[in-house]
């Protein structure tokens, strides 16, 4: 399990766009293996869809059909509950590449794109997040 990182999954998720967002590349050499597991937010920039939120995980496992099942969770101390989404990842080229496409609502799909990440897997920055994780 891994223990404290930065995470994102929710950036461009609600733009349905799955091109790259300008002046980001995705690093090369991705492992999905290594990247899957608990990924523990440590910042990001605010939007809507995790205002008010705490304690933000999301947790990537691999589907039967190959894909990656996406849970996000955060806590809401306002309303003293849990907020869930699950959602779906694909590689949107070769699974070597950070670049995915993530689906909280049926077919629309959003960008997912790593563009940074330490060699042991331990922080990871994407576009709307930075990580980082101690294990």
């Known amino acids: 399990m891994k ?3 930065l995470l994102t999954t929710l950036l461009l998720l609600l733009s349905g766009c799955t091109g ?3 002046g980001i590349e995705p690093i090369t050499g991705f492992d999905q293996d290594r990247y ?3 990924w523990y937010e440590i910042a ?8 008010g939120l705490s304690q933000v995980t999301a947790e990537y496992t691999l589907n039967n059909d190959g894909s990656i099942k996406v849970i ?18 694909k590689f949107v080229g070769d699974s070597n590449v950070g670049h995915l ?3 909280f609502f049926g077919p629309f799909y959003g960008s997912y794109v790593v563009f940074g990440l330490d060699e042991d897997y331990s922080t990871a920055y994407t576009p709307a997040t930075t990580a980082i994780t101690c294990g």
Do not use: C, I, M
């Open 44 to 51: 990001r920039l605010d939007h809507s869809f995790e205002r």
């Open 20 to 22: 790259l967002p300008k």
């Open 36 to 38: 899957l597991g608990t």
């Open 101 to 103: 496409k993530v689906s």
């Open 72 to 89: 996000n969770r955060g806590y809401n101390a306002e309303k003293g509950e849990w907020k869930e989404a699950q959602g779906r990842a």
């Open 3 to 5: 223990s404290f990182a």
